[in-house]
């Protein structure tokens, strides 16, 4: 090694490329820019020909400036003299003479066209219309309209879901479209459904319909997900259910910035798993830790210990977003504490469940262990500086197993306007007396563990 090492060219990295064909939204929300993101956070190379440059913000577009047909045909002339574009998404596309050189140019691409008529402001982002529908149209092996686009472009207006079907198919059947997905964001009802209807038949996909005011982008997300689906696996079925599911989270985590209709979070899903990551180094951190500590046996009760450990609190939706030790915290016979590896998402401990049921009350919280019940414990936490309260198990009402945590929580936010970092009880006939331990870090819980640990 040393002098001698060089650098191994020969592992150069490669990666499949797809072109989006559209406009670029000056704020990032929709459009071309928005596409290049969606085929980063799916594994394509993505690269841009411009149609239109709109001065747009999350209140609207203010005005649009037209790249001349002759130096669009430039643009995707350079890129396709030297990239191997697998699948090309059309948006805003504006004039005549534009649609003449996609035509040229892209006929025989696979061609995923989002038919975005309007902008949610009303804006019109295609002009000449009827030429689109003769030049374009004939051309697309799928489009996805949303139901004003399909109403206007099927003419026969889009209100139930029999509408849809017959829509859908008619589109097909006029300008020979293999795959004509029609979207239900703008529908009524608990799920939002889309169709796609080809010559196999006619599937359909709801998820539930999010109460959101960020969407601004949901449509150029959607396309392009679907055309990065297409590149990688050359499955149209597969492709329509995996872009329906990329497009969920970032409607749920839509950003609530500028004035208007905030963008969706298109990298939302590999934000949460790079936060994913993070948590579990540290619960690695606090296992070496407990392990190391010669007394933190005295913290462990009869039913054994864990920790549960989330994301930033405010990512927090579900118990997914919750890690624990699938074989707990256990002090053996001899005293040795051993942590039961692996760290796993998503499994409903009582340490979760309570983690989850404070985070979801607003609480700055991501850490909570449970432990062992001793007064001599409980007057350390308060020696620290921590606030303590004690529930009486006795006063809960019988619901089952998995409701006890979340009635603990709901009890003391009755009573409490800030829920205290140490819960403990009592316990009751069966139940063993438990003190819950929450901090808002792993830093605070690690520290507060051993200047605890250091009193008893
Ligand atoms: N509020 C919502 N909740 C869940 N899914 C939605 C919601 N709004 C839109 N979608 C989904 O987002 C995608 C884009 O749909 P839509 O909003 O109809 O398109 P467009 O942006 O072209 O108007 C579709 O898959 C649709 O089902
Ligand atoms: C450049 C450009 N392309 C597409 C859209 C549609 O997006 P939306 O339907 O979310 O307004 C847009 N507003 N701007």
Redesign the pocket.
Known sequence: MGSSWKYESEKAMIKPVGMTVAGLDTGNG?GGETDLRVFEVLGIHGVFAITAITAQSTKGIKDINVVSSEFLKKQIETLLDDFNVEAVKMGMIYTKEQFQVVNELLHDSFLVV?P?LYA?DGTPLIKDVEDYKKIILPIAKVI??????ASAISGIKVEKESDVVIACKKIRETYNIAHVII?????KGD????YMCNEEGVYK????????KD?H???????TAFTAEYIKTKDVKLAFRK??DF??SP??YGLNIGKGVGPVNVSIEIMKKSMKYEVVEEMRRFAEFAENNEKFWILIPEVQSNLAHSIKPEYVRDLNDIATFRGRIIRRWDKKVIVGHPVVFGNPTHTARMLLSIILKGMNSTCLMNIRYDDKIVESFKEIGYETVEINRELEPSHGEGKTMQWIIEYISGEYVRIPNVIYDKGTKGKEAMIRFWTKNMEEMIEALDNLLKML
């Open positions: 929709a989002d975005v949610k996805a309209p949303n139901i004003i686009e979207k239900g964001g703008h529908s799920f939002s459904f889309d996909i709801g998820y539930h319909r999010i109460q959101a969407t982008g949901t449509g150029s997300v959607f396309a872009a329906r497009v969920q409607i749920e």
